[in-house]
């Protein structure tokens, strides 16, 4: 096997040495364009969708998530839901927010328990009045999901 001949020519005229670039008369050949990536999508577009994947596994026929609600935190429940894209976003996004609330208050109790205390009194004294408003409110937040099935 025989090594690529060299890029320099260098020889003696009249007692000098004259170098001589072989690649000077080529054209250059232009430097090669990076390869194009496929577009992927950003982390915490991929986080949620892993979650509602996990938490809501049934699909419907035409290969939707469906959402099965109850009554004790739906006002229209129990009821299937066929989420929509936006709808399993939306799903993803609010199962996110809650493992990351869990997480700081899990940190808050183990660093310091009675710095649970404002959380639970604040829980107490509001959970007469997150039933009554809340119900409507997630009723109304589960109808924008997607629509409801026949279960």
Do not use: H
Not at 19 to 35: E, R, V, Y
Not at 63 to 76: A, F, I, N, V
Not at 78 to 88: F, K, N, T
């Amino acid at each position: 096997m025989q090594p690529p001949p060299p890029r320099y020519k260098i020889f003696e005229r009249d007692g000098r040495l004259i170098t001589i670039d072989t690649w000077a008369d080529k054209t250059t050949a232009t430097p090669p364009t990076p390869a194009v990536r496929p577009s992927r999508s950003p982390t915490d577009a991929r986080i949620p969708a892993m979650l509602v994947a996990v938490a809501v596994p049934v699909r419907d026929a035409s290969g939707r998530r469906l959402l099965t609600t109850g009554p004790s935190w739906d006002q229209k429940g129990p009821r299937v839901i066929a989420l929509s894209p936006q709808g399993e976003q939306r799903v993803g996004r609010v199962l996110l927010f809650g493992i990351v609330a869990l997480a700081t208050l899990l940190l808050l109790a183990i660093i310091n328990i009675e710095w649970m205390l404002p959380f639970l009194i604040i829980g107490v004294a509001l959970s007469s009045a997150i039933a009554t408003v809340g119900l409507p409110w997630v009723a109304r937040c589960l109808d924008s999901l997607g629509e409801t099935t026949a279960a």
